[in-house]
């Protein structure tokens, strides 16, 4: 990466991921940050933080190793990142939130509001420092709203011109795997086999709740979630009986048995969870089984291998 940056590059973005204490610290040691932002934490990587508490604190080493006068960019609507903010004394803190929070620390709050869907798009009002914007994105999904506020309020504060910032975004065109529709022989997809944490599961699931026909989910579990697992996965299980006409489960694991054992916990029928062995196996079910204009879910992936 070094080599490669010049005079004429202005910014450089780096995601920061870590599996374990001062990790975070240490890439801070070398990319020596000005700007950092929290979108989200979960129980993901439990794994290998064991507790929310290690991997709480483990996101903010970012923000405690930035540069003087350096400015941090939060998520107010997670309560891990909410409650942890008192620890932060002094960096530039600018807050963002669907659910009109507002905290003392915060020098300003982004508020999002009035989300709806027009004509394939979605579109949201936003507030930034009392200018009002309506801000139009070919993307779906909150986690994806997140993260597009995170990169307006970045922009605008390094300067960039509202109006080419608004216009951009609106030109974003979908991640592949996160959210992806497609049609096949009849049959409607939606490709989330990117994701691989509880509340992008939860998206997928709401997005599945609203779409045509026989409504059928594919998924291996969500990974890296440590002691919890059982626990998260009987939940998930109950989420998809309420939604589901089928529920095909890849692998047979503690994960997959604990999908299963919620569903049948919520009176979901036994028939309708079906064992495969890969996406392939689950592509050939569900051609054989399913009427036209269902639609199909494949949720998270077995080992990171995107299909």
Not at 264 to 292: M, S
């Amino acid at each position: 990466i070094e080599k490669n940056i010049n005079k004429n590059h202005k910014y450089f973005i780096c995601e920061m991921n870590s599996y374990k204490k001062n990790q975070i610290t240490e890439f801070c040691k070398v990319i020596k940050p000005n700007i950092g932002i929290i979108t989200n934490i979960n129980e993901k990587q439990l794994k290998y933080f064991k507790t929310l508490q290690n991997s709480t604190d483990s996101n903010f080493e970012l923000l405690h190793d930035l540069k003087d006068n350096g400015m941090a960019i939060v998520n107010l609507d997670n309560n891990l990142i909410y409650d942890y903010l008192k620890n932060i004394k002094t960096l530039k803190l600018i807050g963002f939130t669907f659910e009109n929070k507002s905290h003392d620390l915060c020098q300003y709050v982004v508020n999002i509001k009035n989300i709806r869907k027009e004509e394939g798009a979605t579109l949201f009002d936003l507030n930034v420092s009392n200018k009002q914007f309506v801000v139009s994105t070919k993307l779906f999904g909150k986690h994806n709203l997140y993260n597009l506020v995170t990169a307006i309020i970045c922009a605008m504060e390094l300067g960039i011109n509202d109006e080419m910032i608004i216009t951009k975004i609106s030109e974003l065109e979908n991640f592949s795997h996160q959210l992806e529709r497609s049609k096949f022989h009849d049959l409607n997809f939606i490709d989330n086999t990117k994701s691989d944490n509880i509340p992008d599961f939860k998206q997928a699931l709401k997005m599945l709740s609203v779409s045509a026909g026989k409504k059928v989910i594919v998924t291996p579990g969500i990974s890296e979630i440590g002691r919890k697992s059982k626990q998260i996965h009987n939940m998930l299980g109950d989420l998809c009986s309420k939604i589901c006409d089928w529920i095909i489960l890849v692998g047979e694991n503690d994960k997959t048995n604990s999908i299963r054992d919620g569903a049948l916990k919520a009176k979901f029928v036994k028939d309708k969870i079906v064992r495969v062995k890969n996406f392939e196996e689950a592509y050939r079910f569900i051609h054989k089984v399913l009427p036209p204009n269902s639609t199909v879910l494949f949720e998270s992936s077995p080992d990171g291998e995107y299909e």
